[in-house]
């Protein structure tokens, strides 16, 4: 298996859970380092309309905790062809529940340009942020 130099994921990491470790460790195991972007309070609430349980600094840390980390950044907008290049990624990782939909395979062709590549990484099974919010909510 090919190690990529620069690894980057971004997720709002909410309720951090076993599925976002899997994606952590999964992305770090085909990269020499990894850069994770936490998705900040306020383009999530821009994005989904909610705000996070877990506040950006305290999932900042949290993720920054985790030992496949190695470096944390506020993910401000969701241009992540600029982040690609202000960081030099030659991997973005991201679930494979993205795979072929419109906004990937753009970010495919245009990372390729910078000769950056998407990884689809298998997502895991019955868990998930939103999951975590009904069970709470009952």
Partial sequence: MKKYKIGYTSGVYDM???????????????CEFLVVGVTTDDLC???KNKRPIICQEERKAIVSAIKYVDQVVDQVDMDKLKMVKTLGADAVFVGSDWKGTPSWIKYEDDFAQVGCTVVYLDHTDGISSTILREKIQG
């Fill in 16 to 30: 951090f859970h076993i599925g976002h470790l899997n994606v952590l460790r999964r992305a770090k195991e085909q």
């Fill in 45 to 47: 609430f821009a994005r």
